[in-house]
């Protein structure tokens, strides 16, 4: 099992920065993709950006060049720099750690953070 805890999200303007940060309960190694997740009312949950163990990234479209993933193998903790923030970017941001264990994939989610973006 791993415990996923974010934190971070809130109200800001549109062109201001936010940080989110998640937590895990285990080694950050023991978990092969990391990554963060939003979903907006009335939409579907959607990709934002995934880092994996060996330090990979990859963003959808919608947040490249704006938004920046990253991990702090010591303190257990996947982080997402959200710059240039837009009203469209408003959503619950999720957390997300996926690990394989031979043909087998366990996901893991965490609760959710909220993240406003005025206008």
């Known amino acids: 099992q791993v415990q996923l805890v974010e934190s971070g999200g809130g109200l800001v303007q549109a062109g201001g920065s936010l940080r989110l940060s998640c937590a895990t309960s285990?080694?950050?190694?023991?978990?092969?993709?990391m990554g963060w997740y939003r979903q907006a009312p009335g939409k579907q949950r959607e990709l934002v950006a995934t880092i994996t163990s060996s330090g990979s990234r990859n963003y959808a479209d919608f947040v490249r060049g704006r938004f920046t993933i990253s991990r702090d193998n010591v303190k257990n903790t996947v982080s997402l720099q959200m710059n240039s923030l837009k009203p469209e970017d408003t959503a619950v941001y999720y957390c997300?750690?996926?690990?394989?264990?031979?043909?087998?994939?366990?996901?893991?989610w965490g609760q959710g953070t909220q993240v406003t973006v005025s206008s």
């Open positions: 285990r080694s950050i190694f023991s978990i092969n993709t």
């Open positions: 997300n750690g996926e690990i394989v264990l031979g043909l087998s994939t366990y996901e893991y």
